[in-house]
């Protein structure tokens, strides 16, 4: 499958995600140890600009991963961005040549490949976190999988990713690649007396 429509896939399904997160949840706990819920939606966003901008053949600046870009509309505001971006990388020349991302040039292919993935993972990590559900089909899945197992080791001395987890034997692709990035596939937010109805509901293994 293009992978035009795999990034197609992982913006939607994503964008579900950030549409289900209500207020009250954004000091959560998530997978990602250093972010609560408030935090891995903005992460998010910067994810869908970057996209957003590299599907537009411009730079992706470093310090967009320093901004403060949730709002009241946050979710409106990943809607238009990731509907820019996917209106961006249509464009058959956005996946010629390279693209700047901080100091770094990539080929656009393996910047759309990271940002794709980066979408998949952490998009999954908030649904977990808000009792939702990530519905990653099997081509975003293996999307997701082949570039960690190519970059994880990288990842990893960038400390981008934790130690890698031992999949279970009948682990799906996806759950091999959460494992890859040092997640728990059956992750489940502590419940305590003051956790929110849906979030202490949402305790179900992720689906590929």
């Given at each position: 499958m293009p992978l035009h429509t795999v990034l197609n896939k992982a913006i939607i399904e994503t964008a579900k995600v950030v549409r289900g997160v209500e207020p009250d949840q954004f000091g959560a706990p998530t997978p990602c140890r250093d972010w609560d819920v408030r935090a891995l939606t903005n992460h998010l966003l910067q994810v869908v600009h970057a996209l957003?901008?590299?599907g537009r053949r411009l730079p992706v600046p470093g310090d967009l991963w320093d901004r403060a870009l949730i709002d009241d509309g946050w979710a409106a505001h990943f809607d238009d961005a990731g509907s820019t971006a996917i209106a961006a990388w249509v464009e058959g020349d956005a996946w010629e040549g390279g693209v700047t991302l901080g100091d770094m040039r990539?080929?656009?292919?393996?910047?759309a490949a990271m940002l794709v993935s980066d979408l998949a993972i952490h998009g999954?990590?908030?649904a977990r976190a808000t009792g939702q559900t990530y519905r990653c089909d099997d081509d975003l899945a293996e999307v997701t999988y082949r570039f960690l197992a190519d970059?994880?080791?990288?990842g990893r001395r960038m400390g981008i990713y934790a130690a890698p987890l031992p999949p279970v034997g009948d682990a799906r692709t996806f759950e091999q690649a959460l494992a890859l990035s040092g997640r728990d596939p059956g992750w489940a937010v502590p419940v305590t007396d003051g956790a929110h109805p849906r979030t202490a509901a949402g305790r179900t293994r992720s689906t590929t």
């Open positions: 957003q901008l590299a990539m080929p656009a292919p393996a910047v999954w990590d908030l970059m994880g080791d990288q």
